[in-house]
């Protein structure tokens, strides 16, 4: 049963890629990648990455839809017609796929023990995780704890991206109130972000801090809580989201979630242990891991959710 | 007892699932935009509505009956919403609806 339903939604995926290819309106297109999204998020809940699957579905089906609709804004729906003939394209792409798939020959079958996936650390974070780290959901522990460096890494990632975008874009401070023309209008709308926003953030809180128990932490909050936001820019404008949080704000958290995570590192080693070793943060050493934890994935949060504003503030600002 | 839930929990399922036949058929045979906004609003009321109603069957008083209850509740609010505005943008951008000429005789 479960084969049956990761190959429907496998065909539906190749389906979509195809008719992608296909489309010639740019917001055909995007519409369609972000089903894609909302596909492969479905695919990802079936293979049980629950955590994962959040994240796709709020960003790819979510943020980065809104932001390539304010792309196609800012640019022409038209596809450009190449003038070139697609035949190098299509030898390359044919090789490319072609190497591949010879490359997928070699992989371990879906769901063998044997993969060198499930051999080597993955047994021991199985294994160890509710003796030393005491959390349930054990792809926080390793996200949070075994693996805490590759985390700051990531976090710092995505701050970068926030530089990037800033760098690219510029920024303006003071945002003028711009609104879609009718969109005072529409009451329907209005009421129903106003009636959503509120349980958006309350959804994302809920996945910040339930993050230790159930899927969830830090990066699908922050993501959560950004679409929240976007919603309520799309819904009332962007100048009342930046009255609501303004850019220099936005730019401060985004700094101080990187911040939260390399102190808590730091404070870790004036207490006499290594670099984000939660271990000594309080006396008993689960109570530390806790604490660690809930810490870090709330700075990863704050980055995440401001990164992710920043990044939507600064495609719409750019409009007229 | 349980067979009267089942028998009701799976009518619901079927009844659910042929609303969803029924959106997408119209989305596929109905001639413009308008008509295809309206067969395919059944989809997310009615179509996945009842559904939810017999997965809330199905679950009976727990955890998973709230979170689908939810569920449903967002979903009431969420696709007549979209299909509100999908239709005010239309309106907006002009659309003309395809109207019969003909006069009824």
């Known amino acids: 049963m479960e084969n049956l339903i990761n190959d429907v939604l496998l065909g539906l995926l190749m389906i979509t890629g195809f008719a992608i290819v296909r489309m010639k309106s740019l917001l055909g297109v995007t519409m369609l990648t972000s089903i894609y999204s909302l596909l492969s998020a479905s695919l990802f809940v079936v293979l049980d990455a629950v955590d994962v699957a959040l994240t796709e579905a709020a960003i790819g089906a979510g943020i980065a839809t809104v932001l390539m609709v304010a792309t196609v804004a800012l640019t022409t729906d038209e596809e450009k017609v190449p003038r070139h003939t697609p035949l190098l394209p299509l030898l390359v792409v044919m090789a490319t796929g072609a190497a591949l798939i010879y490359g997928t020959l070699d992989m371990p079958h879906h769901g063998d023990p044997l993969a060198p996936a499930h051999r080597y650390v993955a047994d021991s974070y199985l294994h160890d995780s509710p003796v030393e780290i005491g959390v349930p959901n054990v792809v926080t522990s390793v996200l949070a704890s075994y693996r805490g460096y590759d985390t700051l890494g990531e976090v710092t990632v995505i701050f970068t991206a926030a530089a990037g975008v800033l760098a690219l874009l510029g920024y303006r401070t003071r945002g003028r109130n711009i609104e879609a023309a009718g969109i005072r209008k529409q009451v329907v709308l209005r009421v129903i972000a106003k009636l959503f926003f509120p349980l958006i953030l309350l959804f994302a809180l809920y996945v910040q801090f339930h993050g230790d128990y159930g899927p969830g932490g830090g990066f699908q909050a922050g993501v959560i809580f950004a679409t929240g936001f976007i919603l309520y820019a799309l819904a009332f404008g962007l100048g009342t989201a930046q009255r609501l949080i303004p850019s220099q704000l936005l730019r401060i958290l985004a700094a101080a979630g990187v911040l939260i995570y390399a102190a808590v590192g730091l404070e870790s080693m004036l207490l006499g242990g290594k670099f984000l070793e939660y271990r000594v943060l309080a006396d008993d050493p689960i109570a530390g891991q806790h604490l660690g934890i809930l810490l870090i994935e709330l700075g990863v949060g704050i980055t995440v959710a401001s990164v992710m504003l920043i990044i939507y503030y600064g495609f719409v600002s750019r409009r007229h | ?105």
Not at chain 2, 11 to 22: Q, T, V, Y
Not at chain 2, 78 to 87: E, Q
């Open chain 2, 1 to 105: 007892m349980d067979m009267v839930l089942a028998v009701l929990s799976w009518s619901c399922l079927l009844g659910g699932a042929i609303f969803l036949l029924i959106g997408a058929l119209g989305v596929l045979r109905f001639p413009d935009f308008y008509t295809r906004l309206h067969a395919v609003s059944v989809c997310d009321t009615l179509g996945a509505g009842l559904v939810l109603a017999g997965l809330m069957l199905q679950g009976g008083f727990s955890l998973v009956t709230v979170k689908l209850l939810l569920m449903f509740y967002f979903m009431m609010f969420t696709g007549p919403t979209a299909v509100h505005a999908l239709a005010q943008a239309a309106m907006q951008g002009k659309l003309q609806a395809v109207v019969d000429e003909h006069e009824p005789e």
